[in-house]
């Protein structure tokens, strides 16, 4: 049993976060604490076998602090970091319902985030979204150009690239802003 107590959030409230790890999961929960009281704003489940970590960070840009799960499913074949992110709501003390990234880097101060997706390294695309509010935008996907073995260019496109018409941009070389993000080396082996 672990906990944190204090203004974990928001700076105006009070919050408990209590983790629970029993033969049969992780159990998150998230209370507020008002007028002498404890309520309760989240409950999350994780299988024990799959449960990475959690921890509490802006990862929309909103100044305000959001509960992450990260946890790695069971089976595959590629790297599949799972982050559950549940963005806190100050205005009416609550959380969002969890919203799922693979593999992702958050940029709090940018609102966006840049990842990679599932694949195998030379097939898996890299990723950029940007939160609009609470809704996630796709900017683009970027993927190996597999018809170029001598200039190893890649494409650019705002869709995936394995839906039907989709427009593709020709990159000489890969844009610097996905060199720094988690697990990099994955997209480039």
Partial sequence: LKFAYGNLFSNGVKHLLVRRMVPSGVYIDVFSYRNKHFISLLSHKESVMNYVNDTVADVNGDKAFDLLVQWYPGAGCCLRNIYEVYI????????????????????????????????????????KYKWNGLHIDTVEYIYHNTEDTIHHSYYRTIRRIEEDNVKRKVLKSLPAEYRGITDFDWFVE
């Fill in 88 to 127: 806190y709501l100050p205005e009416s003390n609550s959380f969002t319902s969890a919203y799922q990234f693979i593999n992702p880097t958050f940029y709090p101060s940018e609102k966006i985030i840049r990842g990679i997706g599932y694949g195998q390294p030379g097939e898996a695309a890299l990723y």
